[in-house]
C-alpha cells in the first residue's frame, strides 16, 4: 500500500503578494524619454563630426603624426584594404566595423560606418546643425529634471544613497553581479548602486561632456580663455568629449541590459505608465481572511 508524505509547512515557498506603486511621476517620466532620443541623436551627429577627423590628441593643438587615437585605414601585407584602429603605438584591425565598412556593396574609408551616423552620408555641416540643437534640448531638459528633482525631494531619493543602503554596498554589488534583485520593501526605493551611477552621471558626466563641448567652440574659447584651460586645450577638451560620450553609451548598455534581466514589462510599465509592481511577504497568508 503506497503512503502519502506530508511535506512540512516550512518548506513550502513563503507566499507573496503584488503590490503596486506610483514610482515615476510625470516629469520624471517625460525627461528620462527625452535624454533617450536626445542622446541617441547626439551621438549618432557627433560620430558624423568625429568622421571629418579621426583622430584624436591632447593638449592645445593638433599632433598628427602621434594622436592618441586614430580611426582609420591602410593596407595589409598583400595589399589589401583594412580598417585599423590605432591606440598609442599599438595598432588594431577593425576591418568591416571601424575604418573600412561596406556601404551598398563599396568599400568605403570611414571611421564610422554609415548605418550609426546622422546624417548617413558624409556631411559635416548638417552634423554640427543636428549636434549643437540637441546639445541645446539636452541642457535645457536637464534643467527641467533638476529644478523638478530638488523641488519635489525626487532628485535626494533617487540619487542619494541612504546610510543603510552604503553599509550594505558589497551585498548590492553581489546581488546584482548573481542577478539577484530587491523585493518587498527595498524594492520601493532605488538601490546603492542605482543612485551612485545615477549621481555620477547627473554630477560628473553630463556636466563634463558639455562643458568640453563648450571648450571647442572658438567663440567661446575667446570670450572664456579659461574653458579650454580647464581641460589642458581644445584638443584635450576634444578628447575628454569623446571619451565621456563612450562612458554615456556603455552607461546605457548595462542600464538596458538590467531593464532586461530584472523583468522587462514592469520596468517598461514603470516608465511609462508611472505604475511598478514588486513582490511583498504575504502578511496575511493562513490567517483566514
Do not use: C
Not at 571648450?215 to 565621456?244: D, E, Y
Amino acid at each position: 500500500m503506497a503512503s502519502s508524505q506530508v511535506i512540512p509547512t516550512d518548506a513550502q515557498p513563503a507566499p507573496v503578494r503584488r503590490e503596486t506603486i506610483y514610482r515615476h511621476p510625470v516629469v520624471i517620466r517625460l525627461a528620462h524619454w527625452l535624454n533617450a532620443v536626445t542622446l541617441l541623436i547626439l551621438l549618432m551627429s557627433g560620430l558624423q563630426i568625429f568622421n571629418a577627423h579621426p583622430a584624436l590628441y591632447w593638449g592645445s593643438t593638433s599632433t598628427f603624426d602621434a594622436p592618441a587615437l586614430a580611426i582609420t585605414s591602410d593596407t595589409d601585407a598583400r595589399g589589401e584594404p583594412r580598417g585599423v584602429v590605432t591606440v598609442g603605438s599599438h595598432t588594431f584591425d577593425t576591418t568591416g566595423w571601424l575604418g573600412l565598412s561596406t556601404e551598398q556593396g563599396t568599400q568605403t574609408d570611414r571611421a564610422f560606418p554609415a548605418w550609426s551616423t546622422l546624417p548617413s552620408g558624409q556631411d559635416l555641416a548638417t552634423g554640427r546643425r543636428w549636434h549643437y540643437l540637441f546639445a541645446w534640448a539636452l541642457v535645457i531638459n536637464g534643467v527641467i529634471y533638476l529644478a523638478y528633482g530638488l523641488a519635489t525631494g525626487q532628485l535626494r531619493r533617487r540619487v542619494i544613497p541612504d546610510g543603510d543602503q552604503m553599509r550594505d554596498l558589497g551585498g548590492s554589488v553581489r546581488e546584482h553581479l548573481t542577478l539577484h534583485f530587491p523585493k518587498g520593501e527595498e524594492a520601493k526605493r532605488y538601490n546603492v548602486l542605482q543612485k551612485l551611477t545615477y549621481l555620477l552621471v547627473i554630477a560628473v558626466l553630463l556636466p563634463a561632456m558639455v562643458l568640453a563641448g563648450l571648450a571647442m567652440s572658438p567663440g567661446l574659447n575667446a570670450a572664456w580663455p579659461w574653458l579650454p584651460t580647464l581641460f589642458g586645450g581644445r584638443q584635450s577638451a576634444r578628447t575628454i568629449h569623446f571619451i565621456v560620450a563612450n562612458l554615456l553609451v556603455l552607461f546605457v548598455i548595462v542600464h538596458v541590459v538590467l531593464v532586461l534581466v530584472s523583468g522587462f514589462w514592469n520596468n517598461m510599465r514603470g516608465m511609462v505608465t508611472g505604475w511598478f509592481a514588486i513582490e511583498a511577504p504575504d502578511a496575511d497568508a493562513g490567517r483566514g481572511r
